[in-house]
Each structure stands twice: as structure tokens, then as C-alpha cells.
């Protein structure tokens, strides 16, 4: 399993260190929550807070979208750490060409669905996107409740992917911990987001070892 823990939960004061932990605790990337207030109804940070980050850390950047007309910022976040870009469908007019925008920069395109999106959306761009990312919650905020209901998605998707030969990555965002993690894996989720069960663990470090024990 990849493991992308994400900094919306951590302590802005001190994000240079809370890097650091989840570096020593072997995470796989870092999760960068960007919120709008309007696509969302909360604010979160932008490019700069990202780009703070820029050579002090080794992992990729996985910049998650939550803004509406994300196709006006995507460049904002095009850095060398920048592994994956994803926008959410419901945000998007013309989602083709984001993604295609996305790639134009080297980078890899993800499209999000939230709870309330069926992954028939998603029709006709299965080739054409690098990964899917499944809301476990509305997002908005760290710290909800998992919905077990969402986990069909990532059954569905992983069932499509096998079938078609598909190579997008089935990511799954918002309440995961240590209680759901095995059925978030095993319903065919290969890139895990966690958010408050990383940082809220007393040993930051530790609890992303716990995570990783998962296949
Ligand atoms: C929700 C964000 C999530 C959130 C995850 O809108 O996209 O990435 O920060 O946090 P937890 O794991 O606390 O639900
Ligand atoms: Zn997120």
C-alpha cells in the first residue's frame, strides 16, 4: 500500500518537522488538501504553503483540488516535488482537458469523486486519467467519520481496472484509520490518505509504521 498522510492535520507552526516525521516513519508521499471555500465550505492554504516545502523534503506531492475552476491554478502547483495534480470532477466543465493540462506539465492527473458522485461519471477518461481518488467523506475537514458506504467504488474500480487493463492508481481519501484500513485494502484501494489518525498519534513516526504493516 502507498501511504499519503495528509498535512491538513498537521501543526502549521511546525510543518518543516511534521515533514520530517512522516519522512522517518517511511510515508509515501504527502497529502496536500487545497480548499477554496466555495467548492468546500472551508479554507485551507494554497501554492506557497506547498512550495515552503519545496527542497527541505524528498516525498512527492500528492495536491488534492478542492476549488471550483481548478483549470486557473494548476500551474500554481506544478514543482519538482509534484507527483500527482487531481481536480474533482464536480469542479470541472471541461474535465479532458484539465487532465490533459495536468499532463502537459509532466505530471500525473488524478480526477476525485465525492460520496454523492457515482464512478459512472468517470466514463470515457478511465484511459485518460492517472489516478482515481474516492471520497470517504463530503469533503471540507479533517477528522469525519468514515463512510463505509463508498468502499463498492473502489471494489468497482478495481474490478474495471483488471478488466480493462486500466493503469490509473485507486486512491481513497477521508476517515481512514487503523480500524478500517484493512477493508479499505482490501475493497482495492492501493494509495491510502490519513489525515488526524497520523497526526493525532502521539508518535507521528510510529503510526505511519503501523500503517504501512497493511499490503
Ligand atoms: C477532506 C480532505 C482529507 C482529510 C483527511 O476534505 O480531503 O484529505 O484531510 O483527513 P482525515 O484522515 O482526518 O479524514
Ligand atoms: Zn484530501
Known amino acids: 500500500m502507498l501511504l499519503s498522510p495528509s498535512i491538513l492535520s498537521a501543526d502549521f507552526s511546525a510543518l518543516f518537522e511534521d515533514i520530517k516525521k512522516i519522512e522517518e516513519g517511511g510515508a509515501d508521499y504527502i497529502h496536500v488538501d ?8 472551508n479554507i485551507s492554504f494554497g501554492a506557497p504553503v506547498m512550495k515552503s516545502l519545496n527542497g527541505k523534503t524528498k516525498l512527492p506531492y500528492d495536491v488534492h483540488l478542492m476549488i471550483e475552476n481548478p483549470e486557473k491554478y494548476i ?3 506544478v514543482t519538482d516535488n509534484t507527483a500527482f495534480i487531481t481536480v474533482h470532477q464536480e469542479a470541472c466543465s471541461d474535465l479532458g482537458a484539465v487532465l490533459e493540462l495536468i499532463r502537459s506539465y509532466g505530471i500525473k492527473a488524478g480526477v476525485s469523486i465525492k460520496p454523492g458522485t457515482p464512478t459512472s461519471v468517470l466514463e470515457g477518461f478511465f484511459d485518460k486519467v492517472d489516478l482515481i481518488l474516492i471520497m470517504s467523506v463530503e469533503p471540507g475537514f479533517g477528522g469525519q467519520k468514515f463512510m463505509e458506504d463508498q468502499l463498492y467504488k473502489a471494489v468497482e474500480l478495481s474490478a474495471l481496472k483488471k478488466e480493462m487493463g486500466y493503469d490509473y492508481v485507486i486512491e481513497m481519501d477521508g476517515g481512514i484509520d487503523l480500524t ?6 482490501s475493497s482495492g484501494v492501493e494509495m491510502v490518505v490519513a489525515g488526524s489518525a497520523v497526526y493525532g498519534a502521539s508518535d507521528v513516526p510510529e503510526r505511519v509504521r503501523e500503517f504501512k504493516k497493511y499490503r
Open 34 to 41: 487545497v480548499m477554496d471555500g466555495h467548492f468546500v465550505p
Open 75 to 77: 500551474k500554481d502547483f
Open 180 to 185: 478500517n484500513v484493512e477493508r479499505v485494502l
